[in-house]
Each structure stands twice: as structure tokens, then as C-alpha cells.
């Protein structure tokens, strides 16, 4: 979480910098072929099995240089960042779809409050909006969570790919000039 803060807090830094329409195509790649591993590895993220488990350092520092390099991202650009967060918990450090749901949520959160912390003083946050999103997205949270812990990992598996795949129809749409 520390990292995703600190990495989410310099991606809002330059989120002004970066054209965003120029890192469509890459972010829509990037989601295809995230989706694809999943979806060709049926029993990727059924249960825990930490990789580098014999070395725990290792894991905390590919725990740690995940969460500073998607919280840039999210700040950076944005779209899909809990799918990469999620992808990486279970896909490079071996959790199941479950926890790693749980441990992306956490990290978002602090991707979100980092982006607070440049913007508010920025005066650009729309306050508004941003508390009914806020107030949708704990709603959301809170019903998501009890739902995953009650289905379980292959449940999460599934909904991962259905926003996978959404994601990828809307920034497709987007690169393609169809919307």
C-alpha cells in the first residue's frame, strides 16, 4: 500500500504531462493479453501458492515494486488499474483470486487517496461528484466483498475477466473511434 501511495502521488504529478489518447492503444493490448493468461490458465488463482516463498524478501520487493508501478499508473492514465492489480497479485506473486482481491482493494484505496492528496490542493476535485462516487464505490465494495468471500476465488475469477473484457470493449471503442 506505502508504494501504490507513493507511485499513485508522482503519477498524478505528471498526469498533465501525458497525453492520454497516445497510451490507448498500449493499455488496450495490455488488457487483451492479461485477460488472455487468465483465461488460458483455468487454475491460475484458485488457491494461494506465493511465488518466491522461500524467499520472502523477494516477494515483499515484487509485492512493493507492483504496488508502486500500478499506482503510477493509476494516476498516470487510469483505466483498469484494479485488473492490473489484481493480475498481479495472482498472476506474479501467487495469490488466489480472492485475496488478491482483498489486498487490490487496499491498494486502490491508497492510489485514491495519494491522487487526493496532489489534487485537492490543486483545486481540482470535483467534490461533488466525487462523494456520490465515493459513497457508490463503498456501497459496492462492502456488497462486492461479501459476495466474493460467500462465492469464492472461481467467482472472482469470472467477474475479473467480465470487467477485463469490458474494459477492453470500451477502450477498444475508443482506439477505433467508434463511440
Known amino acids: 500500500m506505502a508504494l501504490a501511495f ?30 488472455a493468461y487468465v483465461v488460458f490458465r483455468p487454475a491460475l488463482g ?12 523477494r516477494h515483499v520487493a515484487a509485492a512493493m515494486a507492483t504496488g508502486f508501478i500500478v499506482g503510477f499508473y493509476d494516476e498516470a492514465l ?11 497479485l495472482v498472476g506474479l506473486l501467487g495469490y488466489s483470486f480472492l485475496e488478491a482481491s482483498a489486498k487490490a482493494r487496499m491498494a486502490n484505496w491508497a492510489t485514491n487517496f495519494a491522487s487526493l492528496c496532489v489534487f485537492v490542493p490543486q483545486g481540482a476535485v470535483l467534490w461533488r461528484v466525487g462523494l456520490v462516487l465515493g459513497a457508490c464505490n463503498l456501497a459496492g465494495g462492502y456488497l462486492g466483498a461479501r459476495v466474493a468471500v460467500r462465492r469464492g476465488a472461481r467467482f472472482v475469477r469470472v ?16 482506439v477505433l473511434s467508434v463511440w
Not at 78 to 88: D, H, K, R, Y
Not at 159 to 174: N, S, Y
Open 6 to 35: 507513493v507511485g499513485s502521488a508522482l503519477g498524478a504529478a505528471v498526469t498533465f504531462l501525458i497525453p492520454r489518447d497516445a497510451f490507448d492503444p498500449i493499455v488496450l493490448v495490455a488488457l487483451v493479453v492479461v485477460g
Open 159 to 174: 467477474f475479473f475477466l467480465v470487467v477485463v473484457t469490458g474494459f477492453v470493449v470500451r477502450i477498444g471503442g475508443d
Open 78 to 88: 487510469g483505466p483498469g488499474t484494479g485488473s492490473f492489480f489484481l493480475f498481479a
Open 46 to 57: 484458485e488457491a494461494t501458492e506465493l511465488r518466491f516463498a522461500g524467499a520472502r524478501h
